[in-house]
């Protein structure tokens, strides 16, 4: 079993940054492409980023594009979601999930083994 614990949501001002991160417990992180959904209140929630297991290729929500950066450090067991030039259309829970083991279909559904607790972004205009 894996458990993931986002962390580094908070309230920011229209155009500043955040980096979140999700740590993971267990050896097989590595295995695991990982990747970011959000759901904002009354939204259903939707994917932002994700990141194949060998690192080799990211994806994007195109309302994130250009903006935000996913990364993975896998000695640290740790994906990360840098969010630059933020808006307030980007206020969400931000939810780091997981999917094993050597995935290689699409990351941009909800096809995830793994969720974490959530992250609230909050951005003021």
């Known amino acids: 079993q894996v458990q993931l614990v986002e962390s580094g949501g908070g309230l920011v001002q229209a155009g500043g940054s955040l980096r979140l991160s999700c740590a993971a417990s267990?050896?097989?992180?590595?295995?695991?492409?990982m990747g970011w959904f959000r759901q904002a209140p009354g939204k259903e929630r939707e994917f932002v980023a994700a990141i194949r297991w060998s690192g080799s290729s990211t994806y994007y929500a195109d309302s994130v594009k250009g903006r935000f950066t996913i990364s993975r450090d896998n000695a640290k067991n740790t994906v990360y979601l840098q969010m630059n030039s933020l808006k307030p259309e980007d206020t969400a829970v931000y939810y780091c999930?997981?999917?094993?083991?050597?995935?290689?279909?699409?990351?941009?559904?909800?096809?995830?083994?793994?969720w974490g607790q959530g992250t609230q972004v909050t951005v003021s205009s």
């Open positions: 267990g050896r097989t992180f590595s295995r695991l492409s």
């Open positions: 999930a997981g999917k094993g083991t050597y995935y290689s279909g699409s990351l941009l559904v909800n096809i995830y083994d793994y």
